[in-house]
């Protein structure tokens, strides 16, 4: 964490100063506004919380309830998140407060009684270790809670705006704002009332029955629902064995349980199988009253009993799975000839069931996706098209996403004696693992994402997808770190720099790449405004394949050690060395003869090249960086006034 360099900073360092539209920010909602998101859920906060990075940007987010969310449906946190989530500076406490799913057992039908339900097998969670963070459980209003504290220590200091409801928009085309937003108050001494709100872009998170997909002309396609399951967050008191493991439970009767402990010891989740919706139901499986839902439960745990004490929240849902052809408002035959002014994100694109955790997840990602790409246009450092290609990124993975949840979700409701290989359902689980963690997708080549032309020079970094971190030794100050722990939700651009094996200073490829950074016209570093620091846009790393003791610090080039704020302070924790036991040149597969790896904003790596490749380097940033920058040193937080 970064602080001290525009001077001494007495409080809360995670309180960062304010700037730009944070400096004043009115109380009441402005009339006009560069960003108008709609709906406070995962995707939302997110989308608002990269976006509060960027105080030159007038961002608000509306809310039809009159507060925060109490109790949220979704509670499953993959690692993918937890990794986002320590972008955004709150992993360890949400660890800390969260429960961990470090294995999932699996209960079936005792063959010698099949009234009875044994337990048949274990399964670890990550039994690959495909990341460092863990799988979590912990509640969804939790977790809009951490964004906006975020969001309201950022420097735009942002909140939400509750007891709003989005009515209709307009996309008229006209003036610096032109989409025409109706709002109504749903609280308040205004209750009743509308107003119209104009905005440049409007993202909308207002879910399933989303009226800003409505608007654009969206609809959700896909199969109708089948199965219904009955859902509820109690304490209650049993002799079940793993009431506090994850559990897969499927009894001889035919019904199944999929069982999720909740953080705080004592409450825990089951989705109680409710079977076939009949197509004449008409939804009145829906009327399922809780009662029966526990005398389910109990029919399927048995000889176990459960006496259910308090019930925090319940419902009845049946399994669908849909999706929208497009994420935002510009038609097929429309590409190409303008850039898209609405958008969608989660559950207003892709439903899908709860018991693969794939929602809140999913739909984090599209906000982290889309915010960063609103910031970089709305403040002038990359052009509109870079809009164009958040549809073309997400609406891939909501479709993997639905296909892999249909397969699990199948698994689930089906009978034991279903199955040919009594083994299916957990091999599947782990088999799969890395799915449902987050860390599957991978971006297709575009204006993003390079072709893998270099692959092979970093074979552990794959261009498109995320960048996974590895442990190294910062030389400054000899701490043993991850490397991707360093990168924050600050809508900078990373360059990895892994040297070859010549010590620091000596003449050769990283003096030559280093130079080239720092001088050259055609450097990603040229376009940064000279009235910011060198690496408000970008920020370069150097990784020397020595361990710490054996890079000195005063030989390494200027590129990787800039200097920042009003007193020009040299930064020097962008230096690090290799970690002897854990050498990250051999676990991610770099070249020992030097590679470059550049990754988005969002995590995800876009490009890897040959240290020699600047021209190549070059050429891939031009596209991705305006020729005019509206950006300013206050609305950037260079001059701001002090938390």
Request: charged share 20%; aromatic share 8%; proline share 6%.
């Amino acid at each position: 964490m970064q602080f001290h360099h525009h001077g001494y900073v007495s409080g809360d360092p995670r309180v960062e100063p304010a700037a730009g539209v944070g400096l004043d920010r009115p109380a009441g909602l402005p009339d006009e506004v560069d960003v108008l998101i709609v709906g406070t859920g995962p995707a939302g906060m997110l989308t608002a919380a990269q976006l509060s990075q960027f105080p030159g940007v007038t961002t608000r987010i509306v809310e039809r309830r009159p507060g925060r969310l109490a109790i949220g449906q979704a509670d499953g946190i993959q690692a993918r998140s937890v990794e986002t989530f320590q972008a955004f500076g709150f992993a360890e406490r949400i660890i800390a407060e969260a429960y961990r799913i470090t294995e999932m057992a699996f209960w079936k039908p005792d063959p010698a009684d099949h009234s009875r339900i044994v337990r048949a097998a274990r399964a670890v969670d990550d039994p690959a270790g495909i990341s460092e963070f863990p799988h979590l459980i912990v509640n969804q209003a939790r977790v809009l809670d951490y964004f906006a504290e975020f969001m309201a220590n950022s420097p735009a200091r942002m909140r939400p705006d509750y007891g709003y409801e989005f009515v209709g928009l307009k996309v008229t085309g006209q003036g610096e704002y032109p989409i025409e937003v109706t709002l109504g108050h749903t609280s308040g001494p205004n209750e009743g009332q509308e107003r119209i709100i104009r905005a440049k872009y409007v993202v909308g998170a207002d879910g399933a029955r989303s009226k800003v997909r409505e608007s654009i002309g969206c609809h959700l396609a896909g199969d109708q629902a089948n199965h219904a399951w009955g859902v509820m967050d109690v304490l209650a008191v049993t002799d079940f064995p793993d009431i506090r493991t994850k559990c897969a439970i499927q009894s001889g009767s035919g019904g199944s349980i999929l069982l999720i402990p909740r953080e705080g010891g004592h409450l825990f989740r089951m989705y109680v199988d409710l079977g076939e919706v009949a197509a004449d139901d008409h939804g009145a499986v829906r009327k399922t009253t809780i009662e029966q839902i526990i005398a389910k439960a109990n029919d399927i745990l048995h000889p176990y009993t459960l006496d259910v004490r308090n019930v925090a929240w319940h419902s009845v849902y049946e399994v669908g799975h849909r999706l929208t052809d497009r994420f935002d408002d510009v038609l097929p035959e429309e590409r190409g000839t303008r850039t898209p002014r609405v958008f969608i994100t989660g559950d207003a694109c892709h439903t899908h069931s709860a018991k693969a955790g794939q929602g809140m997840n999913v739909s984090m990602q599209d906000g982290f996706n889309i915010g960063w790409k609103l910031g970089h246009v709305l403040e002038g450092r990359s052009p509109e098209s870079l809009l164009d290609t958040y549809s073309a990124e997400r609406q891939v993975v909501a479709k993997n996403l639905i296909d892999f949840d249909k397969q699990w979700s199948t698994l689930m409701a089906k009978k034991p004696e279903e199955f040919e290989d009594p083994a299916e359902l957990e091999t599947f689980y782990t088999s799969t693992a890395e799915f449902p963690a987050g860390f599957m997708t991978q971006y297709a080549p575009s204006l993003l994402v390079a072709e893998a032309k270099h692959q092979e020079l970093a074979t552990g970094f794959p261009v498109g997808k995320r960048f996974k971190s590895a442990p190294v030794q910062r030389v400054c100050d000899t701490n043993p770190m991850h490397l991707g722990h360093h990168a924050k939700a600050d809508g900078r651009w990373r360059i990895y720099v892994f040297a070859d094996a010549a010590q620091a200073g000596t003449e050769g490829p990283v003096a030559e790449f280093a130079e080239w950074l720092a001088t050259a016209s055609d450097s990603p570093l040229a376009a940064t405004p000279s009235n910011l620091d060198r690496d408000a846009w970008f920020d370069v790393k150097v990784i020397y394949q020595q361990d710490h003791t054996g890079v000195d610090i005063n030989a390494v080039p200027v590129a990787f050690k800039p200097t920042v704020g009003p007193f020009e302070l040299t930064y020097l924790e962008k230096v690090f060395g290799t970690d002897p036991a854990n050498d990250i040149f051999e676990q991610r597969g770099l070249s020992r003869d030097g590679v470059v790896v550049v990754v988005r904003p969002d995590q995800y790596v876009a490009n890897v090249l040959p240290l020699t490749a600047t021209a190549e380097l070059g050429e891939f940033f031009r596209p991705l960086l305006s020729a005019h920058h509206t950006v300013s040193a206050a609305a950037h937080g260079l001059v701001s006034n002090q938390a």
